[in-house]
């Protein structure tokens, strides 16, 4: 950010103190800020009461706070060594705040920070462009008061947009649609400014957003799609005087409200994992990164969240004990954790809630803020992941004909659609860092119902006959229940036998042989794409046994990616971009556009929990970037 109006002069105890002026600073760092550290201890950017003024305006009296204004473009440039002696460093300081009570910062009172959405969490990467195509400009302003700002986007290629004026809040979220001209590789800085003073522009304050032209392929789109996706997410969660934290905290929700009572548990977690595996951390600085904000406050809503009295949280601790096939309690605390949510349906939304714990980048031994049980302490991230595995262990059928599976309640019933959401948590929480145990006798159970459940190359919903939408949704998430089971679904192409279970191999082939029909046929129980199978394929297809599948085998031998397509065959990754609606939204069958939009940039973006450690353009020729974890 830059600073705004002035220039201030100071006098009277203005200076007192400036010498302990608090940041935090190292090589090669960015942008410093109101925070203390060893060399500088008070714990405030406050300077003492005194007097000022603007030369032409009226001396004023109060406390002059510095808070937010460290945050300058020399600071962005240059390194601060740390050879500087704490005598050079107490000049510095001294030196930083005069050119700061001389500059015209203090008068844009109304502008607290201006912040330009990065790509990929990186204030250093350049979001996505195509020659010719409109792309959407991102940022959000946050004010210290409801009164008026001023606002302009500076495209950085000679263009910029009328001035527009905002008021009454405290935060924006802001756009402008744009087309770029250029060559491929061709680099552009555009920049939001804000002014807090009147619509001139003459002070204002200003973030970078990075744009470069790319060559316009299937790379390009999907970092487009991805890009339209998130913020689309981000401008649409959901707020209500009904809904309410324990602690009273700040919180961020998701809502899915067509077919069941409402919830929103899973449609938050699967936000958050959105977010998550773009780069967008709970750890990263929402300074510089807004969807840091969103992934932290809506994980604070997983932990603390509830619906109206206290009766509907979104966690909650439940007994459990020994199981028909063996000790369901890892851990042997006596609890397990489930999702209650509004619509009580733990077993389908309890899988998101560990995929977002694991994409988020907290850790094992991390606080969750929350006594789950009263004993006395908070859990860590740790203690909850299991107890969430554990009663997925303890709600699993023991006997019947709905034996090893799972559906709406524990112990009671099974199908395919509800019974995926298990192992698309449990695979990953057994992946170190987290290490969670998962008893051999749940996976031994659970291929007891994925054996009754098939036949003939797919898995059914209650039975090897029900079906919705031609077994396109159950029988992928019958594959990855396979997977969680250790059932081997990936063929190695360089030995002669094909090393796949024979019911993978033969439901893979069902799914690749209509292929055309699951990318464009409509859901004709409940209508639109058939986006919830989509998302169970790609978990299948990622998690699969001992590798993820990037080929899928049809009956007739012929291979084809599943995710970018192989010659005439269109990929999920082209399909999903089609069906994209301007917005940025997508919608689906079974599921609300927040739900949906979550599924496909998570579905879009190749790494699972993690972000990919590169960006896809930095190799050349990439063709390859989509299925790179």
């Known amino acids: 950010m830059r600073p705004g109006p002035g220039p201030w ?4 105890g203005a200076l007192k103190g400036i010498a302990r002026i608090p940041f935090t600073w190292s090589s090669g760092i960015r942008s410093a800020r109101g925070r203390s550290s060893a060399l500088f201890p008070t714990p405030n950017l406050n300077l003492h009461t005194g007097t000022w003024k603007r030369p032409g305006g009226p001396h004023r009296s109060g ?12 600071l962005r440039r240059h390194t601060m060594r740390s050879a500087m002696t704490r005598n050079t460093l107490y ?19 109304g502008v607290g920070r201006v912040i330009c959405v990065p790509w990929q969490g990186d204030p250093g990467k350049f979001h996505t462009a195509v020659s010719g195509v409109e792309v ?6 946050e004010t210290t008061d409801t009164g008026p700002v001023w606002y302009r986007w500076v495209f950085g290629d000679g263009t910029q947009s009328p001035v527009a004026s905002l008021n009454g809040g405290l935060r924006y979220n802001v756009e402008a649609l744009h087309i770029y001209s250029g060559a491929v590789g061709t680099p552009f800085t555009a920049q939001l400014q804000v002014d807090g003073v009147d619509s001139s522009m003459a002070n204002a304050v200003s973030d970078p957003y990075l744009v470069k032209i790319e060559q316009d392929n299937l790379d390009a789109r999907v970092n487009m799609a991805i890009d339209e996706g998130l913020w689309w997410l981000f401008n649409n969660n959901y707020t209500h005087s009904y809904l309410h934290t324990f602690d009273g905290s700040e919180f961020m929700v998701w809502r899915q409200w067509d077919y069941i009572s409402d919830a929103f548990a899973s449609p938050t977690a699967s936000a958050i994992q959105a977010f998550a595996i773009n780069n967008h951390k709970i750890n990263g600085d929402p300074e510089e990164d807004p969807y840091v904000r969103a992934v932290r406050l809506g ?3 997983l932990l603390q969240g509830y619906r109206y009295d206290g009766r509907w949280p979104m966690l909650q601790a439940v007994a459990i004990s020994a199981q028909a096939q063996g000790n369901p309690d890892a851990n042997g605390n006596g609890y397990g954790v489930e999702v209650r949510d509004y619509e009580n349906r733990p077993v389908y939304q309890g899988g998101q809630i560990i995929d977002a714990i694991i994409a988020s980048g907290v850790l094992p031994g991390d606080d969750t803020g929350r006594d789950f049980t009263g004993r006395g302490s908070n ?9 969430l595995c554990d009663t997925y262990a303890w709600g699993q059928v023991d006997s019947g004909t709905y034996r090893g599976g799972w559906r709406y309640s524990w112990n009671h019933e099974s199908d395919n659609s509800a019974a995926q959401w298990a192992a698309i948590g449990l695979i990953p929480a057994q992946e170190p860092p987290w ?6 006798w749940v996976k031994t159970e659970n291929a007891i119902w994925l054996g009754y459940s098939y036949n003939a190359g797919h898995f059914g919903y209650l039975n090897s006959g029900s079906q919705h939408d031609w077994y396109f949704n159950t029988t992928p998430s019958g594959m990855v229940q396979m997977a969680m089971d250790g059932q081997v679904g990936y063929d190695d192409p360089a030995t002669p036998d094909d090393e796949r279970d024979p019911k993978w191999a033969a439901a893979e082939a069902y799914m690749a042989d209509n292929w055309n029909g699951f990318l464009h046929n409509k859901s004709y129980n409940w209508g639109e794409d058939l986006t919830y199978g989509w998302y169970a394929f790609a978990k299948a297809m990622r998690l699969a046994v001992p590798h993820p599948v990037v080929r899928v085998t049809k009956s007739d031998g012929t291979t084809f990616d599943w995710y970018l397509g192989s010659g005439d065959i269109k990929g999920m990754a082209r399909r999903i971009i089609e069906i994209q609606q301007p917005s940025g939204a997508w919608d689906g069958s079974l599921t609300n556009a927040p739900l949906t939009t979550a599924w496909m940039i998570i579905v879009l973006r190749p790494a699972l929990f993690a972000a990919a450690p590169v960006a896809c353009f930095t190799a050349e020729p990439n063709p390859t970037f989509p299925d790179r974890d």
Do not use: H, Y
């Open 136 to 141: 959407r400009l991102k940022g959000v302003i």
């Open 299 to 301: 994980m604070n809503w």
């Open 435 to 440: 290490n969670c145990v998962v008893p051999g």
């Open 379 to 387: 859990w860590t991230f740790g203690e909850l992941m299991q107890d």
């Open 9 to 12: 002069s100071a006098s009277d």
């Open 91 to 109: 000049g510095f300081a001294l030196a930083l705040a005069l050119f700061i009570l001389l500059s015209p910062a203090l008068s844009r009172a």
């Open 63 to 74: 406390t002059l706070d510095f808070a937010g204004l460290f945050d300058l473009p020399f």
